[in-house]
């Protein structure tokens, strides 16, 4: 079993940064995609970004627009969204999540995810 715990999250103002960070405990990681989604009241979980444990390969949400990075440091077992630029609109709840399903924007395919970590931009 995986277990993951989101931090990091806060309010800040429109432009502002925000660092999350997941920190991973359990069992090995290898094949597995860690990935970020977040959500709001009354919409579908939608894919921020992902990373292979293993590899470097990233992927990212079509509204990141090269304002978001994922990153991670396996030998503290944390991965990290660096969150620049932010708007109004990417207030919400951001989750962590674990899997090793190919299909890496579908949340369906994740098996373990935190308890997320809100983010509120103001405008």
């Known amino acids: 079993q995986v277990q993951v715990a989101e931090s990091g999250g806060g309010l800040v103002q429109a432009g502002d940064s925000l660092r999350l960070s997941c920190a991973v405990s359990?069992?090995?990681?290898?094949?597995?995609?860690m990935g970020w989604f977040r959500q709001t009241p009354g919409k579908e979980r939608e894919f921020v970004a992902a990373i292979f444990w293993s590899g470097a390969n990233t992927f990212y949400g079509d509204f990141v627009e090269g304002r978001f990075t994922i990153s991670k440091d396996t030998a503290k077992r944390t991965v990290y969204l660096q969150m620049n630029s932010l708007k109004a609109t990417d207030t919400g709840l951001y989750f962590c999540a674990s899997g090793r399903d190919s299909n890496i924007p579908n949340p369906r395919g994740y098996t373990s995810w935190g308890l997320g970590t809100q983010v509120t931009v103001s405008s």
């Open positions: 359990g069992r090995s990681l290898h094949g597995y995609v």
